[in-house]
């Protein structure tokens, strides 16, 4: 039994270390979260406390809240009117667990499966790193179903089990905090408000107006260069070339004559998004450049913001008094995404995965984006 436990720890150090354990948590509430059905008892006969089984969902809630606390994102996916599913959160003097914990809270009639795919979708992350608490076989078997790579652990029947069942499972140990992690629970909150609006909007054209979008182009500096970094290393999906670069190589390109560093963030009535993208330019010569690459944060996709970034981009260039702009499109597993961008951004494809576009003759894309400022 001494060593399963030590070979145990060691394997979950494994795990650990190649990030095979989860990102996001995603609790039901009722006789989940709290005993009981808030719509059928009422606020006043749910159970969460420290007497009787109330004892089990509070633990349970304890636990939930510490994972938050380490970075895990936690979610609620629950088939209940929205208003009196908080409610409980907001007045309940037992619940441990607030809504400010939670990044993004689905409450309706729809199917789980539909809202756990919106969740999704606001998180950006993949359905391998979450997993589903439902205390429901039925929900969980269609959960399970319809979308692979989710984990859907079966929970005992006996909500005092919940806890020593899933600490077994081991499926949110992490080797590293980092408060970031943490502070992301309000760009979610915002995220999700977002899409509610889209849902609102008569169609695409409509949204985007009303969403009030302002991007501001500044230079590579040595204040967005460890965000850049991030984003180069982290933008596998809309990253046309797929070039990974340090703070110490954008360093030295910020302080060469031979490339330009253009970075740009976004911001909209909800928030802001920070910066999201950034472009790579070398100089070939008196009248050509090249894109060496561009690389965009895919939270902020179809919103009409490349158009926007090529627009600020040419316009700069131009005023350089360079010709041609040269571009390329590097092909991975991962970056189908942007295979044709170019083409759609209005560059001529010369051969291969090889573009062009001429700096004369180019027209101004139709964006919604407007101007924050534009630093020089």
């Not at 001494?2 to 990102?23: L, V």
């Not at 894109?291 to 919103?303: D, H, K, P, T």
């Amino acid at each position: 039994e001494g060593n399963y436990e030590i070979s145990k720890k060691i394997i979950d150090i494994i795990r650990s270390k190649k990030a095979f354990f989860k990102k996001c948590i995603i609790i039901d509430l009722d006789n989940t979260t709290w005993g009981g059905i808030i719509g059928d008892d009422g606020i006043d006969k749910i159970e969460i406390g420290d007497l009787g089984i109330g004892k089990a969902f509070k633990e349970f809630q304890q636990w939930i809240k510490k994972l938050k606390e380490r970075g895990i994102i936690l979610c609620v996916c629950s088939k209940n009117t929205e208003e009196v599913a908080k409610e409980v959160f907001l007045k309940h003097p037992e619940m441990i667990l607030k809504l400010d914990d939670i990044s993004v809270f689905m409450a309706n009639w729809d199917s789980k499966v539909n809202n756990i795919k919106k969740i999704q979708k606001i998180l950006n992350i993949g359905f391998d790193s979450m997993v589903f608490i439902d205390d429901n076989s039925f929900e969980r078997n269609v959960v399970r179903d319809n979308i692979p790579g989710i984990t859907v652990p079966d929970l005992p029947e006996d909500p005092s089990n919940y806890l020593n069942f899933l600490y077994d499972q081991n499926l949110f140990e992490i080797n590293s905090y980092s408060k970031s992690t943490n502070d992301r629970t309000d760009f979610y909150k915002k995220e999700n408000e977002r899409i509610k609006f889209k849902e609102l909007s008569t169609d695409l054209s409509d949204y985007m107006n009303k969403i009030g979008m302002k991007s501001r182009l500044n230079n590579l500096n040595s204040f967005n260069i460890p965000r850049v970094s991030e984003l180069s290393n982290r933008s596998n999906q809309f990253n046309l070339r797929t070039i990974r670069y340090s703070q110490s190589d954008l360093m030295k390109i910020m302080n060469s004559n031979k490339y330009f560093g253009f970075v740009f963030d976004l911001e909209d009535k909800f928030g802001s998004h920070g910066i999201v993208s950034y472009l790579i330019v070398k100089c070939l010569s008196d009248e050509e450049v090249f894109i060496e690459n561009w690389a965009m944060s895919c939270r902020v996709l179809e919103r009409s913001f490349e158009q926007y970034i090529i627009n600020k981009l040419l316009n700069y260039l131009k005023n350089k008094n360079y010709k041609i702009l040269l571009a390329e499109y590097v092909e991975t597993k991962k970056n189908l995404l942007v295979k044709d961008m170019y083409n759609k951004l209005g560059f001529s494809k010369q051969k291969s995965n090889n573009y062009l576009i001429s700096l004369k003759n180019f027209k101004k894309l139709k964006t919604y984006v407007k101007d924050k400022k534009y630093i020089k």
